[in-house]
């Protein structure tokens, strides 16, 4: 049994994520949550809807993701679920998802990017040719946001509720690279490539890039005086089944014999659920949560400058603008 501490926030890595938005109402809310039809994202999305949160999965299997939609309604029939396609190994699918979404003229108060991946064995490329890891944990989510940022907006201000995006990274982020930082010229390259989890990696790299993606996001947000928050947390290790899908020892362990000492699924969910919805975060922004509480992510993922080329890189592959 997983248990810890109870930090400033007066919840712990113990805590579920139905007791963080225990009370709350949130049917004024609409929030999209990619990568839900399994682990955390599936209970980040049960515990929102629970909430009376209009809740829109976005998923690569909508065949999957229909399945789940019934699940959930099966034991709570009022709640609003809706099931809509995205695969983040594609920008085109990206670009689909936001045009189908903002043709809908849905509200958009939440918006919890949770989908990820972890490396394959050998260096993959996407569907429009980066490195996939890089692609589907940070450029995919990247465009995403930003072509969704004016439905977030007009949302923020035609509603006088606060907007609030959340990044799923990791503390592998400060494993994920070097001294030198992000070498961006090395990105695509497979001769650099890692498939290690663990250690400096083409994962934890793109989990320094979600810290380092919302950091960037909060400061343009104060900066424009917008009503819309971003912040990024560690989920904790968990006992679902990312690690296993790359076949490595040290990820059969992690999945198979420390089973017993991992946050299970209602537990990682919970910083997800919290950031979401509970009032003690609002106004907070920039700032990166464990086990429902503020930490420090690493010194590179404070550097604004490094935030900044960043974000004009990922621009730059997108052609995005915001």
Partial sequence: MWCGFKGESGFSAGDTGEKVTQGIDGSALTCIITGS??????????????????????????????????????????????????????????RKFASAYISRALPLNILINNAGIVP???????KDNFEQVFAVNHLGQFLLTNLLLDT?????????????????????????????????EKINDE????????SHSAY????????????????????????????SLHPGLIATNIFSSNGGAI???????????????????????????????TGVSGEYFRD????????????????????DYSVSLTESKY
């Fill in 152 to 184: 977030m907006k007009k949302t923020a201000r035609e509603s006088q509720i606060e907007g609030r995006i959340i990044n799923l990274s990791s503390d592998l982020h400060r494993r994920g690279v070097g001294k030198e930082g992000i070498v961006f």
């Fill in 251 to 281: 990820n059969w362990i992690v999945t198979k014999v420390m089973v017993h000492v991992l946050k299970n699924i209602q537990q990682g969910a919970s910083t997800s659920c919290y950031l979401a919805l509970n009032p003690k975060v």
């Fill in 120 to 126: 394959p064995p050998k260096f993959t490329l996407s």
């Fill in 292 to 311: 429902n509480n503020r930490v420090k992510p690493s010194k590179l993922a404070r550097d604004p400058e490094v935030a900044k080329k960043l974000w």
């Fill in 37 to 94: 039809t399994n682990g955390i994202g599936k209970e980040t999305a049960r515990v929102l809807a629970l909430r009376g949160v209009h809740v829109v999965m976005g998923v690569r299997n909508v065949t999957a993701g229909g399945k789940i939609k019934e699940e959930f309604l099966q034991k709570m029939p009022r709640a609003r679920i809706d099931v809509m396609e995205i695969d983040l190994n594609s920008l085109d699918s990206v």
């Fill in 191 to 198: 001769k650099s490539y890692s498939a290690s989890t663990f």
């Fill in 204 to 231: 934890g790299m793109t989990k320094l890039c979600n810290v380092l993606h919302t950091n960037e996001l909060s400061r343009r947000f104060k900066e424009e005086g917008v009503n819309i928050t971003a912040n």
